[in-house]
């Protein structure tokens, strides 16, 4: 038996052709919805979402909406991406329809790409919307394990007297015991310590050094108490790392079961995949793994299984005597340069070095058959052994990862390189371990949704790149008059970028532009290069305006320092392109120095060129500087009372017709200026 009720609404919106959205049912399963009117009620300014402060009235919110409900009231429907514009309300516009058709006992996996907007979810958007759907659902977010603090590592550098002991380190230490019983989450970022702090470090609960079903705190673990607690939520907040990695690494199914999966900023999953599949060789972690400290904890298993600990010394120092050999001979591959071949001779190194390797895990054969046998009942050395196999995994993982990286067999599918400490390989190409990963979880459901999913209202490069086929697709018109809002000034500096001279001259400009404006402005420069230059000249002398930049402190603290100084200039690199939200006088002018196309020596993008040869610029470079300019050009205009100009200085923009570059940017009227041979000043041509 089944009743459904309506709310009566035929007065306020006319006939009722299909049910309110979200209605109460109550059936023999107990499956019941929250209630709400129509969305277009919901959304109107006379209903709930009217009760955010702020709220504007979006049809291109309502829009989105009714097609998130049609797209989950078809079952045969699983894959929806849909582009919305900054303005637009995404986020309520998603959730809204996805809860008030989720059963109370379903629940939705959000993931995204940035920490602000997981930030921005968990303590601002679900706390306003569980008011505005007056149903107090759970949710909450779900972090990787080196986020949250180990109870046994923190008792292990803990002296007597309850000081901490980190080895190199005199500086002061928070109470970490006392905030170890207080915490109810275990979240390190609870302690208020800088990134890279030697503390967090000493206490993250990393997989590597996780003891399992023998730590003697299993049953008060932060990292499973989370986990735990989880599956109590409504809607799950991770991001994509952890979301991939997890799944990639071996960890099976992700921790916590969803039925529908949203990804928000959905234009970051290849990037996101690629760094969770990424390997990495590093000569420091490799000499960290083999160092005394690392095995010293074993002595007594040593000595329960006759292990000789001089023999077990002189194998771990000619491991490091020849990894440090194998890294000098790589000095010239860890110039960041990608690798195409291998080096015969460094792979010889690297064979020397994994045979050594494998001579020192052996060494420890007796100790792991004890282990796999269950001959330790003493729970302490139960616990050593636990994490002695997971030492000797790192050493099996390092292995591994060297002998990948030195092998180059992968290339060009794989790109190869050095960054001055390690070795590095990435895929080149995403889309079969996306398709993988989301065949494996099976969602009932999945919607992909970003400011940028489309080249010209077309959706076939996020989905080449992504392996994603939509069974349906939306885009959504921007809710902002662009025409009357800003402008866009292309500006042709008569220079190339390699010609003596192009920094000067650059810099000229731009700081005549950012004089002209009184600051308020966001420059997004391509190359450290200019940007380092760009903030001297910004430097040498006093100015009406702070000028900020990248590098003086972290980026969270330098775009709330830059929303609070209305009148400063905020000078960055392509980190800034996304996540910097500054409506109002704040910002009204953008300053790009270049089209984004990505370095041609990088090593991802020289795989890819001979992955797809002549192709390649036209398939997968043009398209990634077009959405990479799209998301620098979106931070400009952030509301509908927003003013301002966004100027490119590179002429090719326009010189270059079938590029293409101006056919995704906002409708808005365009300028071209060119600058005087005579001096650096923008005129009109």
């Known amino acids: 038996m089944l009743w459904v009720f309506f709310q009566k609404l035929s007065e306020i919106t006319g006939p009722i052709k299909t049910p309110a959205v979200g209605v109460l049912t109550a059936c023999e399963t107990g499956v019941n919805y929250i209630t709400i009117p129509s969305l277009e009620l919901f959304y109107s300014p006379s209903g709930p979402m009217a009760r955010l402060s702020g709220y504007e009235f979006r049809p291109q919110q309502v829009e989105l909406a009714s097609a998130v409900r049609d797209f989950l009231e078809k079952p045969e429907e699983r894959f929806f991406a849909a582009e919305a514009p900054p303005g637009v309300g995404k986020t309520f516009a998603v959730l809204v329809p996805a809860l008030t058709a989720l059963g109370r006992d379903g629940r939705i996996l959000f993931l995204t790409a940035t920490i602000a907007l997981q930030e921005q979810l968990i303590d601002k958007d679900l706390p306003r919307l569980r008011e505005l759907l007056k149903e107090d659902f759970s949710f909450g977010l779900l972090k990787g394990r080196s986020h949250y603090a180990c109870r046994r590592r923190a008792l292990s550098i803990s002296s007597p007297g309850g000081e901490l002991l980190l080895p190199g380190f005199g500086g002061p ?16 970022s609870e302690l208020g310590l800088p990134v890279g702090h030697p503390l967090l470090g000493h206490l993250a609960a990393g997989t590597r050094g996780c003891l399992g079903t023998a730590c ?10 989370t986990y735990r607690n989880a599956q109590n939520w409504r809607i799950v907040v991770a991001n994509y790392h952890l979301y991939f990695s997890h799944i990639l690494e071996g960890g099976g199914a992700f921790p916590v079961r969803c039925d529908w999966l949203i990804c928000d900023e959905a234009h970051r999953m290849p990037d996101a995949a690629r760094n969770a599949a990424a390997l990495r060789a590093d000569l420091d972690e490799g000499l960290s793994l083999l160092r005394r400290g690392a095995w010293q904890a074993f002595d007594p298993l040593f000595r329960s299984q006759s292990v000789d600990m001089g023999s077990v010394q002189g194998s771990a120092d000619n491991c490091a005597s020849l990894l440090k050999e194998l890294f000098e001979a790589a000095g010239t591959v860890l110039t960041g340069e990608g690798v195409t071949t291998r080096d015969e001779a460094l792979l010889q190194r690297g064979a020397a070095v994994a045979d050594a390797l494998n001579s020192l895990r052996r060494m420890f054969r007796s100790v792991e058959d004890c282990y796999m046998s269950g001959g330790f009942v003493d729970r302490a050395l139960l616990a050593r052994a636990a994490e002695m196999m997971n030492w000797l995994d790192g050493l099996r993982d390092f292995r591994n990862h060297l002998l990948w990286c030195l092998e180059v067999e992968n290339f ?55 392996g994603v086929l939509p069974d349906r697709t939306l885009k959504v018109g921007s809710p902002f008059d662009f025409a009357r809002q800003m402008e866009i000034v292309v500006v042709d500096v008569a220079l190339n970028v390699r010609d003596p001279g192009y920094d000067e001259r650059m810099c000229r400009v731009m700081e005549k532009l950012c004089d002209e404006n009184g600051g308020r402005t966001l420059v997004l420069l391509s190359s450290m290069r200019l940007l380092s230059a760009f903030v001297r000249v910004m430097r040498r002398r006093d100015r009406p305006y702070a000028v900020l930049a990248q590098g003086d402190m972290p980026q969270r603290a330098l775009l709330e320092h830059f929303r609070s100084d209305k009148a400063s200039t905020l000078i960055g690199s392509v980190s800034f ?36 040869g002549d192709k390649a610029f036209v398939v997968s470079t043009l398209p990634t500087a077009r959405l990479f300019l799209r998301q620098a050009v979106g931070r400009l205009i952030r509301s509908s009372s927003d003013r301002g100009r966004v100027f490119l200085l590179d002429g090719r923009a326009l010189t270059r017709k079938s590029w293409k570059i101006l056919a995704d940017l906002p409708e808005c009227p365009r300028r071209r200026l060119v600058v005087s041979l005579r001096g650096s000043a923008p005129e009109k041509s």
């Open 173 to 188: 230490t928070p109470d970490v015991a006392g905030w170890l019983e207080e915490t109810e989450t275990g979240d390190m």
């Open 216 to 225: 003697p705190f299993r049953e008060r673990c932060f990292v499973q108490q």
């Open 412 to 466: 060009p599918r794989w790109a190869y390189w050095g960054d001055g400490r390690g070795l590095q390989s990435a895929p080149v190409q995403c889309s079969d371990i996306i398709s993988d990963v989301l065949a494996k979880e099976d969602p009932q459901k999945a919607i992909f949704i970003s400011a940028t999913l489309t080249l010209e209202g077309d959706f076939s490069f996020w989905s080449r790149e992504t």
């Open 577 to 612: 392109r996304e996540g910097v939200d500054v409506p109002g006088d704040g910002l009204t002018q953008v300053i790009i120095d270049r089209i984004p196309f990505p370095h041609p020596r990088d090593p991802l993008v020289q795989a890819r060129n001979e992955l797809e």
